[in-house]
């Protein structure tokens, strides 16, 4: 899988129905889960462990920090590597570069199911032109797996 970085989306999300996800489950998607709050993975930019934030006004941004050297509390054998800690509170500023397609997708619990999510923002000139669903997927949560898991052992 490798590298990928996070991204935190505060424009709506078109979710849809789909083959094997009816309105219900829609409609649950939209009233339960807090879509902001849900942190992405994507491949569509530098796989540098970033964080970006898709704002509201369809601007990129990236998530930037101070750091300072951290005192060592234990001693480490062959190693005197510096530690680094933010300093200060982070922020957010334009993300230098940004793509003209960038994919995202997670995975959202609403137990019995789970739910896989990808969609597809695409830029023009440098701001957000329209978000598409790309994949919708609803499965048995994993959580149930391993109950039914430990229910054959016995």
């Known amino acids: 899988m490798g590298m990928f970085d996070t991204i935190e989306v505060h424009r ?3 979710l849809a129905v789909v083959d094997g ?7 649950d ?5 807090k879509w902001k709050g849900i942190e992405f993975q994507t491949k569509s930019l530098d ?6 934030k898709l704002s509201v006004n369809g601007k990129l941004y990236v998530r930037r ?3 300072k050297e951290a005192r060592k509390k234990r001693s480490t054998k062959g190693f005197d590597l510096p530690m680094l800690e933010v300093d200060g509170k982070p922020w957010f500023e334009l993300a230098p570069k940004v793509p003209t397609s960038l994919v995202f997708y ?16 695409i830029f023009l000139r440098g701001k957000l032109h329209e ?3 790309i994949a919708f997927e609803k499965n048995a949560s994993e959580f149930d797996d ?9």
Do not use: G
């Open 65 to 67: 920090a101070k750091y």
């Open 131 to 133: 978000i598409k669903l």
């Open 12 to 14: 709506k999300l078109p």
């Open 21 to 27: 996800i009816d309105s219900s489950d829609v409609k």
């Open 106 to 121: 997670s995975s959202v619990t609403l137990e019995p199911f789970s739910y896989w999510v990808e969609f597809e923002a």
């Open 146 to 154: 391993m109950e039914n898991i430990f229910q054959q052992e016995e």
């Open 47 to 52: 796989d540098c462990l970033e964080h970006y």
């Open 29 to 33: 998607l939209k009233r339960l889960v």
